[in-house]
């Protein structure tokens, strides 16, 4: 795992201070909860709700006892629609949710290329949040995601190779479903 993909000096530094920050700690269950580009109309992928979501992360509390989660969005809102929907989880995400807040308000016109293309988007903070995420997600003990993101597989991946083993996940949509 550890030749796989490694963060460089400085994204490791961020990480820490990303992991504290947080208060991420064991046990944690990775959520990658696509609610941006996702939800536009046209784009052909499902869009998912706080209570799908939750099914996923009842099942893994259920099954292994963890209530604190790890949560990676675009969407500024979908924490916040968690905790009102479930508020017996811990939910953990990025400091002022960089990425989220980059992404937040774009319509079907405006996509995020677009954006950056404009000079509207922070590139590099929406590339650090992103890995950010992508290696928070990575030392998750469970994951659940859907499996039409690249970002939901490849997290899945890296916590693969990380951790010598497939982790228990639950995929909210594709043909991968679930190994919990």
Known sequence: GQWLL???????????????????????????????DACSQG??????SAEDYLLGLRA????YGVSRVWLASDSATTIEELREADPSFEYLQLAGSVHAAQLSGLTAHITPILRSRMGLLDRKAVSEAGLLDLFLLRDCDFFVGQFTSALSLLALELSAAEKGLVPPYIGLDGPWQSLV
């Open 6 to 36: 490694q963060p460089n000096a400085y994204l490791a530094s961020l990480l820490r201070d990303a992991r504290n920050a947080a208060g991420f700690r064991h046990p944690i269950v990775g959520l990658h909860a696509r609610r941006g």
């Open 43 to 48: 784009t052909g992928r499902k869009c998912l």
């Open 60 to 63: 893994m509390r259920d099954k």
